[in-house]
């Protein structure tokens, strides 16, 4: 195994852990966890979106566990579909900031930008720094092998 293929299943391996972890705790917030470690963490307490995060979590479980050769596929889709979310999470906060700059702030009570800060976001900033680190090795043919 080259060094390059390495430092990626390492980074999917730390990928792994880290959205596994989040979306776990997530789930559990929306389903009644509480604490003051999870404001400080971003943890909103919703399912749908640790949910998500247990999907992409999965997708860079099974590039740790998939044949020789066939892992960094589903990595590179890991790093695609956090990517991918934190597009989505972007636009989330920039529709609140829309509208919280046309209808002020009756419509939209005590929010501010941190409130809109959620796990999908600074896991997603981590995901484009990997992309960026292998964007040789991110084509449409070696992501098709990991399904997307």
């Not at 909103?44 to 979106?49: K, L």
């Not at 640790?50 to 566990?65: H, S």
């Not at 209808?103 to 981590?126: A, N």
Request: hydrophobic share 55%; net charge neutral; aromatic share 10%.
């Amino acid at each position: 195994m080259k060094e390059n293929d390495r430092s990626l299943m390492a980074f999917g391996a730390v990928l792994a852990v880290v959205y596994t972890m989040f979306g776990a705790v997530e789930v559990l917030a929306g389903l009644g966890l509480s604490g003051s470690w999870l404001e400080t963490l971003r943890v909103q307490g919703s399912i749908m979106d640790g949910f998500v995060l247990l999907v992409i979590g999965a997708v860079f479980v099974f590039g740790l566990k998939a044949e020789k050769g066939e892992g960094d596929g589903f990595v590179l889709m890991g790093i695609t579909l956090g990517t991918l979310f934190l597009a989505i999470y972007l636009a989330l906060l920039g529709a609140n900031l829309l509208s919280l700059l046309i209808f002020g702030s009756e419509h939209v009570e005590g929010w501010t930008l941190i409130d809109g800060i959620r796990p999908g976001l600074y896991l997603g900033l981590v995901a484009v720094v990997g992309g960026l680190a292998w964007r040789s090795r991110l084509s449409l043919a070696r992501l098709s092998r990991a399904g997307a």
